[in-house]
């Protein structure tokens, strides 16, 4: 039986509450399925900066590096800057860490309505590779002068060949496994004249390699129009860091809300614990309420146990969450329902323990 040690870091606002949630679901898979998920939490996030001046401990990541996977809520606080809270902790450990790949994907559940026509968001079956950490986030600049008229801030995008190259390649090999073959590099090198036209450069020369794949190049304001005027013509996007961080938004708002938009922010190279989380944000205007969504943190938990190995228990998780959503009987309230975050926890779990569960429900729309 396999045992994996995993990082629990719920963090910031609803954070804690969807963690637990797919704790739930992960301990549930592992039992059916036979193995063993070791857990550990850490009460790192705002409240922890409150007592101690910073948002984790100083060496976090060489805790971090002796797990297999990290699994994490949100962060955000409305008493703390966001620069301080996204900073001192997530960034940190993406950068720290060497996650460089962040890979969102969108896929649109049985059951959930889209803002959409049907005919359109039934055709919406992506996966975003975001670059994940250098780009527009890689912290490079400052600010002088500060509170004179004259005061400056400078922010400067960073794009090493290095970055770069690895990024798209992982982007090519991940559309290579896929039914479409199909990569579109989203990019604007129209008017940033040097990062971005690097990306593209490197785009060109990489596509060369990989000629059973089909590429296109889109400026990223055509791409956000395509996503919801063509979405069929779009498979595996590869975008920079911020470019991707905002189109994967408008990805999960068109299959129906950030609270089922999952991620995993990946070491390709298997050196480092890759680490596993909801896109949505901490939700402070909800926090204790119970009525958080949880799928998006069971969906980063069925991408954790595939890249762990446990593909049965990925599968299973995820056909227990199509089965959930195709009822459309118990839906938190941001799909239109009026469950709570533990009815559907609960629910995702009878499903998934079925004997006669469709294992292939997920499969047929998501792959």
Not at 21 to 33: F, H
Request: aromatic share 6%.
């Amino acid at each position: 039986m396999g045992k994996y040690k995993i990082a629990a870091i719920g963090g910031d606002g609803i954070g804690p509450e969807v963690v637990e949630s797919g704790l739930k679901c992960l301990d549930a898979v592992a039992k059916y399925i036979g193995f063993e998920l070791l857990v550990e939490r850490f009460p790192w996030g705002s409240d922890y900066y409150r007592a101690h001046g910073q948002m984790m401990p100083q060496n976090a990541l060489d805790i971090l590096s002796g797990f297999d996977a990290i699994y994490f809520g949100a962060v955000g606080d409305n008493e703390i800057p966001d620069d301080v809270t996204l900073w001192g902790l997530r960034l940190v450990i993406c950068q720290g860490l060497g996650l460089y790949a962040n890979v969102r994907p969108a896929v649109m559940l049985p059951g959930v309505r889209s803002p959409l026509r049907e005919e359109l968001s039934n055709k919406i079956n992506w996966v975003v590779v975001r670059e994940n950490s250098e780009g527009e986030y890689a912290g490079v600049g400052g600010r002088s002068h500060r509170g004179f008229a004259e005061e400056i801030a400078i922010d400067a995008s960073v794009f090493s060949r290095v970055g770069v190259e690895r990024l798209q390649r992982f982007a090519f090999d991940l559309a290579r496994t896929r039914s479409e073959k199909h990569l579109t590099c989203v990019t604007k090198s129209n008017a940033q004249r040097f990062g971005m036209v690097l990306w593209d450069e490197i785009f060109v020369q990489l596509a060369q390699e990989y000629p059973d794949v089909r590429t296109d190049k889109v400026l990223v304001d055509a791409a956000t129009a395509r996503m919801v005027l063509n979405p069929s013509s779009l498979d595996v996007i590869v975008a920079s860091n911020l470019h991707g961080d905002i189109l994967s938004d408008l990805a999960a708002a068109l299959v129906g809300s950030l609270g089922i938009a999952a991620s995993g922010n990946l070491d390709p190279s298997g050196n480092n614990p890759s680490m596993f989380e909801p896109v949505h944000g901490s939700a402070p205007d909800i926090v204790g309420a119970g009525i958080a969504n949880p799928i998006a943190a069971i969906w980063s938990g069925a991408m954790m146990c595939a890249h762990l190995g446990e593909k049965a228990a990925s599968s299973r998780l995820m056909a227990g969450l199509v089965e959930v959503a195709k009822a459309n009987e118990v839906l938190t309230r941001d799909l239109g329902g009026a469950g709570s975050t533990e009815d559907v926890t609960k629910a995702t779990i009878d499903a998934l323990e079925r004997d006669d569960l469709d294992l292939e429900g997920f499969n047929r729309i998501g792959s």
